[in-house]
């Protein structure tokens, strides 16, 4: 086998966890059946992994209830659910140059569409944005401030207990893009003043692909609109979707295969610091690679999710990935679906950035690999 070094978990995990992988394959030989649909043995059966997810997602969040967690496609899906759910025509919306395409293009709809104020917070250079400027920016007719727990492209945390407190006081809404901080970083989201958080349980919480999750605080009741409307296994003879969450936004089969590998990653999180073992990591990386005078980090030295932004000098940053895989080392290039934060970043990282974003099974010696790779090329500079 050639040599596989895998740095693009940003993207999404892998490994997965073993249990992730017995537990999919367990739920599609042995239990099969469709979630909240049937009085048989499996259909129950199915019902439990959903339930006990949803109780493993809200422990997570440092949530009570269970019922306030909605799952969804990915995180793109819960991100679109609360933006269209929440936003009205001729509200007004505060966000950041750091926000990813999931958020920014929503809001760019509803600007185009709906007569909705956008207006952007900015941020410093390596992403991150004050909770004083957010505060500024607030209005009385702000519904909404949406703003990334982290940033996918230099892993830079926010103060979101900071921003929530602004929140708070003005009466907007919080909405945390939570794609690049769920599984490496603990929240509470009560305690830090969030009314809706966005997550995939295929980045840090090592789950599979397709399931994300929204939580919706009991202050927003089932105010949100519904995204899709359709069968529930409930009230089959109303034309309207049941007012009581989760299943007022969860019409459709759940991917439960999807949910039960990712019931099984939280479990065996809880066992294992995996989130350290990432965070290790990505520290080799951000320190060795600090080393190297053509290098340019956009990622901060402390206080960042387990992802490494890079520039070399003088080299197209797709260039650099291309060299990179051609040693089997696979990582990320280019604007991240993130284009604004780019404008931030300097000079350096006007045409995107090479993203490294290590696991918790990443090895000193897998670090080491790729930065010697890096250093070969950064010699030429
Ligand atoms: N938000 C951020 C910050 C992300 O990094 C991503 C994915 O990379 C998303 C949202 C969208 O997540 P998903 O692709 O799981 O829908």
Redesign the pocket.
């Known amino acids: 086998m050639p040599q596989r070094i895998y740095l693009d978990n940003?993207?999404?995990s892998w490994p997965k966890p073993e249990p992730v992988y017995q537990a999919v394959d367990q739920y599609q030989r042995q239990v099969g059946a469709a979630a909240g649909r049937g009085v048989y043995g499996s259909a129950g059966d199915a019902q439990r992994i959903v339930s006990r997810c949803r109780r493993l997602v809200a422990g997570q969040l440092g949530v009570a209830d269970p019922t306030r967690v909605v799952f969804t496609?990915?995180?793109?899906?819960?991100?679109n659910l609360a933006i269209f759910g929440l936003i009205l025509p001729g509200d007004h919306v505060v966000t950041t140059d750091a926000?990813?395409?999931?958020?920014l293009r929503p809001l760019a709809a509803l600007r185009r569409d709906a007569d909705v104020e956008v207006e952007y917070a900015p941020v410093d250079t390596f992403g991150r944005v004050d909770p004083a400027a957010i505060a500024t920016l607030i209005r009385p007719n702000t519904r909404l401030v949406a703003v990334?727990?982290?940033?996918?492209v230099t892993g830079a945390v926010n103060d979101v207990p900071a921003i929530g407190a602004a929140c708070r006081e003005a009466g907007a809404a919080l909405l945390v893009?939570a794609?690049?901080s769920l599984g490496h970083a603990p929240v509470d989201v009560a305690a830090a003043g969030v009314g809706l958080l966005?997550a995939?349980?295929?980045?840090g919480l090592l789950g599979p692909?397709g399931v994300?999750m929204l939580y919706i605080a009991p202050e927003l009741g089932n105010s949100l609109k519904p995204l899709h409307l359709g069968g529930t296994g409930s009230m089959s003879e109303s034309e309207q979707v049941p007012d009581e969450l989760p299943g007022r936004y969860e019409a459709g089969n759940l991917n439960v295969p999807a949910i039960a590998g990712l019931a099984a990653a939280m479990e065996a999180a809880a066992e294992a610091d995996f989130a350290n073992g990432a965070h290790a990591a990505a520290e080799r990386l951000r320190s060795r690679l600090a080393e190297l005078p053509a290098v340019t980090l956009h990622t901060p030295p402390s206080d960042a999710a387990p992802v490494v932004s890079l520039s070399v000098e003088g080299y197209d940053p797709h260039d650099v990935a291309g060299v990179l895989a051609s040693a089997g080392i696979e990582c990320r290039s280019g604007l991240?679906?993130?284009a604004r934060i780019h404008g931030s970043l300097g000079p350096a990282a006007g045409g995107g950035t090479l993203r490294l974003s290590p696991g918790y099974s990443t090895t000193a010696d897998e670090v080491d690999a790729a930065v010697e790779t890096l250093a070969q090329l950064a010699a030429f500079c």
């Open positions: 940003a993207a999404t496609g990915g995180c793109t899906e819960a991100l926000e990813h395409n999931a958020v990334t727990a982290a940033s996918n893009d794609a690049q966005a995939p349980g295929h980045k692909l994300g991240h679906c993130a």
